[in-house]
């Protein structure tokens, strides 16, 4: 380990037990850890997060956990065994936030209800992170992110108007959740603030992505209307699309305010389209996108990327280039901010990814360390809480670290 949270950090002194595994609680806690919360994840002895292994590894190093399980001490109990129970319920005692994501009932199959744990702690919070929430008639299923995309309308919108729906490649609800999980957890801590009390968190991974889908229940609820897929176009405003350079490249435009819109029009030599009475207004510019999309696709595959993005900078008019991640691990942008940066590791040696989410100018966050070894703070965290050598032996001889 590189270093531990200062004093001085907005969440130091905040005990954090995550209990989760893949992939929205975990993130959840790596999120807290990375403001100063004092972070302990909680594995099982033989059955590890399976972040561990999941995606590319080195030298057997799984390395999406390097980042899952930065800034955490880890640690292995067996909370299907007494000793683990017991052992997890000293944890409590001195705990402000729990993290699980267990089935609904699993907690209590374990004899570690809310009522046990805030028995304890009443000052605990109990956060649950599951598909579906602890209520209703698909609580108990199991599930996944994938589930919840598919569920809010995501898929339903995303892709060409004649393909099939599309999901996302890579982990967007259980990430969506994870920011909303922490959001709740600093919610509920305030509220403890308050009251002097704990409470429980009841997070499912269907309602955060429905949330950012924006105002389509409201849309359905008032007019009937259900958004349909419009591949890279938007119903709000055009032109919006992706287009390709002389050169092989891609950029993106957006022109969701009108000035943006006028000023890509009057750079791509078509400014008699601005005199149209659709014009006007970026739903009528939608429906013409066909006539939009042509003009400034024309325009741009005449063109290299260095070409348009500088073009499109002197005009101050909205383009991107449409980046893979070795592009953005050079972008000026994100190495003026950085977004990517490097920290040493034992396993790996120096170490690259995505830096922590924002910046406070006072307190700011840090990465102090990747994540660690399954386990490899047992004795450590077991023994700062005052088990006895004889204490972790017995745990050990039941098979519950």
């Known amino acids: 380990m590189t270093g531990t949270p200062p004093p001085t950090a907005p969440l130091s002194g905040l005990r954090v037990l995550d209990l989760a595994t893949l992939f929205a609680g975990p993130l959840a806690a790596t999120l807290l850890g990375d403001f100063g919360a004092e972070v302990v994840k909680v594995e099982h002895p033989t059955k590890p997060d399976p972040s561990r292994g999941h995606g590319p590894s080195k030298d ?40 699980e994501n267990f089935r609904p009932g699993t907690l209590e199959k374990w004899d570690l209800s809310w009522d046990e744990l805030s028995a304890v702690n009443p000052r605990l919070i109990l956060t649950r992170v599951t598909a579906f929430g602890q209520f209703g008639p698909h609580a108990h299923r199991p599930g996944f992110g994938t589930l919840a995309e598919a569920m809010s309308g995501f898929a339903a919108i995303t892709g060409e108007p004649d393909a099939p729906p599309t999901l996302p490649p890579f982990g967007l609800a259980d990430s969506i959740a994870g920011l909303a999980t922490a959001y709740a957890v600093v919610t509920a801590l305030a509220a403890r603030d308050r009251t002097g009390a704990g409470q429980v968190v009841d997070m499912a991974i269907i309602e955060p992505i429905l949330t950012v889908l924006g105002p389509q229940p409201t849309w359905y609820d008032q007019l009937g209307y259900v958004q349909e897929r419009t591949g890279n176009r938007s119903a709000n405003n055009a032109p919006r699309n992706t287009y390709r350079t002389a050169d092989g490249s891609w950029v993106a435009v957006s022109t969701s ?5 006028e000023r890509v029009m009057r750079l791509v030599g078509r400014e008699d389209l601005i005199d149209e009475p659709w014009f006007a207004t970026g739903a009528d ?12 696709g024309t325009w741009i595959a005449e063109r290299s990327r260095t070409e348009v993005l500088a073009a499109f900078e002197k005009a101050e008019a909205a383009v ?8 953005v691990m050079t972008d000026p942008q994100y190495a003026a901010l950085d977004t990517i940066t490097t920290l040493p590791d034992p396993e790996l040696g120096p170490l690259r990814m995505q830096n922590v989410l924002f910046r406070l100018s006072a307190t700011p966050g840090a990465i102090h360390w990747a994540g660690r070894p399954h386990g490899a703070d047992t004795d450590t965290v077991l023994t700062e809480l005052g088990l006895t050598d004889d204490e972790l032996a017995a745990l050990r001889a039941e098979g519950a670290v």
């Open 320 to 327: 991107a280039p449409i980046q893979d991640v070795r592009d």
């Open 285 to 296: 510019r939608a429906r013409h996108a066909d006539i939009l999309d042509e003009a400034v």
């Open 60 to 99: 057997g190093i799984g390395l999406w956990w390097k980042v899952l399980g930065r800034n955490k001490r880890t640690i292995t109990l067996d909370l299907s065994k007494p000793g683990g129970r017991a052992t997890l319920l000293r944890l409590a005692a001195g705990a402000d936030v729990i993290i």
């Open 257 to 261: 305010a009108q000035s943006i819109a």
